[in-house]
């Protein structure tokens, strides 16, 4: 049930990115993008949503057609690598900045791991952001 849901969610925010696709200019390489937390700290509790930007470092610019295919959030920068969460991917409201939602039931810190294939690029970009949830 969960998974179908999650399943909808992702392909929802695929085809909501499809109507606002910025063609990446020609020469580019994952490593000129990056994902960047619009917000590090977020009151624990099981309704958190994480903004996450992502830009085309060259120009500073978002990033709105990247298919998040791989996504982790567990306690590892308090060594609870194995503490993780549910993480679902919500519809974009903002082109290039994708949002999560998760429930972070223990205050400490909280790693953010992504992967995510931008289209015309290869390779892959990924991230690793950390997250502060307090009581
Ligand atoms: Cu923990």
Excluded: N
């Excluded at 063609?23 to 099981?46: H, M, S, W």
Aim: with cysteine; aromatic share 6%; glycine share 6%.
């Amino acid at each position: 049930m969960l998974k179908r849901s999650i399943r909808r969610a992702a392909l929802a925010a695929f085809v909501a990115c499809k109507l606002v696709v910025a063609a990446p200019p020609a020469l580019a390489a994952v490593r000129d993008y990056e994902f960047l937390l619009l917000q590090t700290e977020f009151r624990a509790g099981d309704d958190v949503v994480i903004k996450v930007g992502l830009i085309d470092k060259r120009a500073g610019t978002p990033v709105s057609d990247a298919v998040i295919f791989a996504r982790r959030i567990d306690m590892a920068p308090d060594g609870m690598p194995t503490m993780d969460a549910p993480l679902q991917v919500l519809p974009p409201e903002e082109p290039g900045v994708y949002r999560f939602a998760t429930a972070l039931l223990m205050d400490g810190g909280w790693e953010l791991s992504l992967a995510a294939k931008v289209q015309g690029e290869e390779g892959t970009v990924t991230a690793k952001l950390l997250i502060t949830a307090v009581p």
